[in-house]
């Protein structure tokens, strides 16, 4: 019986790709998929090419192969990654130039078309509204502050790339699961319209494309979670694939982590909005109807996914600039660390106050304390704390006021509450990004994508 | 008596444009009727309602004991323009998981664990 198996590389841009050699090594893969690209890492790619017209893709992808393609060469395991970002053309030629340095020889394949920065007005003169997907908000009110739209391609130009005999497939932004889905459409032959055998395909990239969270990593639980061995050496899940998309996700010999129903499920409703339709660009996913069988041993059984046919439409998430974030962090010691604290941020708001400075939104959390449960922080130990921090961030228009909302705290270590320690310094202002959500009719992005192997 | 969520289920959250999603989990399928039975989607509003500025979705998955929750407009916007230290609504999960529920303690006994039965 024909089986593939697939193995995921990082979870997102900043990822260790340590665990990805125990799965070439040992886990028996053809494929590895790497997603570099969350929601928001067009926004910090964006940030880099402003600096250099040369970068704006994830600059993890030349070390990582270069660690791991002396490993998978001999093995014939191929890559499919997301890196190219902003500038997958850029990603290529990086990549392309660091392997002739070392005499390396592979077919390296680039897909684009994702990026439709340029081609908003003519998208709009073809009668597609971009109109906020949540919101319904006219995309005009942010026209003029746009940095990048991109769509999310599916995994049609992946397959194609791989059909053309690449070893490895460089893409901007598709689907985070169609870097899955591509091989194992490329590998089985699944038509275009099978809507079934694309679902189980997509559980698979879905369960795959978040790396350690797909084998025990951010077991979200209380207690659960230090039961997981050895997260030290965690192994990434390995997806072993049947031709009709039945699959058991496992992971490489010998490493850590934990491959359980309950870690599964997790990740399977991570980042998912309605289960019973999970849309991707290639099929609309029902997981309702799925099973998870725990085999024991680190191997669970993912069968029965059901698909109805893919949209007619592409997602296209644009970023454009809404305004500044300033920050300061300020530590105090008992006695009265979080009276002290509060007086402190009170006189620092009246003097931004009496100053005249246009702040829009002034957020406040005690660190330690309730900077994540909010109203649901125990803070009955509160009036005796042996410490406390306080982090203040600031939303503005005005790119100075941003920067300066660090100078509002040192003088109150000699003028303010006693026993202040640990400032942080003065922060510079943070670029804030507004994520504009939409869809785009799937033929005027798809007649220029285009898919280029270099030998 | 009264026990938090996180005696009997686990959670994972993230994030997609404005809206934070939460996966709860029970450990078993007596555990499940209970979520499905208490943790309803307007006590979850009510739960998130000092982030959540839209309505709260929920749709339960019996084929795996799971109920997925989706808070809109509750990121301020967004992660990329969040002021908050968990722009990205990680540990949005984990603040259900504080949420109280009362249950019998003929049901407690049941249900109340940290882990997986045993099989």
């Known amino acids: 019986m024909h089986t593939v198996r ?227 050496h965690i192994g990434y899940p390995i997806a072993e694939v049947r031709e009709d998309g039945t699959a058991i996700v496992t992971k490489a010999p010998g490493t850590g982590g934990r491959v359980s129903f309950d870690t599964l499920r997790q990740q399977l409703l991570y980042e998912v909005h309605d289960p019973h339709h999970y849309y991707s660009p290639d099929v609309v996913l029902d997981m309702g109807t799925l099973t998870l069988t725990d085999l024991g041993d680190d191997r669970v059984e993912v069968a029965g996914a059901t698909g109805r046919p893919r949209p007619d439409t592409l997602k296209v998430v644009a970023g ?78 005005d790119k100075r006021v941003a920067d300066g909302l660090g100078r509002q705290f040192p003088w109150l270590a000699l003028s303010g509450p006693p026993y202040m320690g640990g400032f942080h310094g003065i922060a510079p202002a943070s670029r804030l990004l507004g994520l504009w959500p939409t869809v785009v009719d799937r033929d005027l992005v798809e007649r220029h994508v285009e898919v280029t192997v270099t030998q | 008596m009264r026990i938090r969520l996180a005696d009997m289920a686990h959670a994972r959250s993230g994030d997609k444009a404005d809206r934070a999603d939460i996966g709860l989990f029970a450990w078993d399928a007596d555990g499940y009727a209970v979520l499905k039975r208490e943790v309803t989607a307007d006590r979850v509003a009510t739960h998130f309602a000092w982030i959540a500025q839209g309505p709260v979705e929920r749709y339960p998955l019996d084929n795996i004991l799971a109920i997925k929750f989706v808070l809109n407009r509750a990121l301020q916007g967004g992660a990329a323009r969040s002021l908050r230290s968990d722009n990205l609504g990680k540990t949005v999960g984990a603040a259900l998981l504080r949420m109280e529920i009362d249950v019998s303690e003929a049901e407690a006994a049941r249900i109340v664990r940290r882990e997986p039965r045993t099989k």
């Open chain 1, 6 to 232: 697939i193995g995921a590389g990082l979870g997102f841009y900043g990822d260790s790709w340590l665990p990805v050699r125990a799965s070439i090594e040992r886990g028996e893969v053809s494929y590895i998929g790497s997603d570099h690209l969350a929601e928001l890492t067009l926004a910090i790619l964006h940030k880099d090419r402003l600096k250099d017209a040369a970068a704006g893709y994830t600059r993890d992808l030349v070390p990582m192969l270069t660690a791991l393609w002396p490993l998978a060469q001999p093995r014939g395991v191929k890559f499919v990654l997301n890196a190219g970002g902003l500038n997958p053309i850029g990603a290529r030629d990086a990549l392309v130039s660091a392997f002739r340095e070392k005499g390396w020889r592979a077919r390296i394949a680039v897909v684009t078309g994702d990026g439709v920065t340029g081609r908003i007005d003519e998208l709009r003169a073809a009668g597609q509204p971009l109109a906020h997907l949540d919101t319904g908000a006219d995309i005009a009110s942010v026209r003029e502050r746009l940095l990048f739209a991109n769509a999310y391609l599916g995994a049609r130009p992946i397959y194609d790339a791989l059909s053309q005999g690449a070893d490895i497939v460089l893409t901007g932004r598709v689907a985070d699961a169609a870097l899955f889905l591509g091989p194992l459409v490329h590998e089985f032959g699944w038509a275009w319209d099978d809507w079934d055998r694309l679902a189980r395909g997509l559980v698979v990239g879905h369960l795959l494309e978040c790396s350690g969270q797909g084998s025990g990593g951010n077991f979200g639980s209380q207690g659960a979670w230090a039961r997981v061995p050895d997260l030290a």
């Open chain 1, 320 to 397: 454009y600039e809404d305004g500044w974030m300033g920050t300061a962090v300020i530590g105090f010691c008992w006695p009265d660390a979080y009276a002290k604290a509060e007086a402190t941020v009170a006189i620092v708001r009246a003097a931004l106050a009496e100053q005249r400075v246009a702040v829009e939104d002034f957020h406040v959390e005690y660190l330690g304390l309730n900077a994540f449960l909010g109203p649901h922080a125990d803070v009955s130990g509160r009036d005796d704390l042996n410490e406390v921090w306080v982090r203040v961030a600031i939303r503005t228009a």
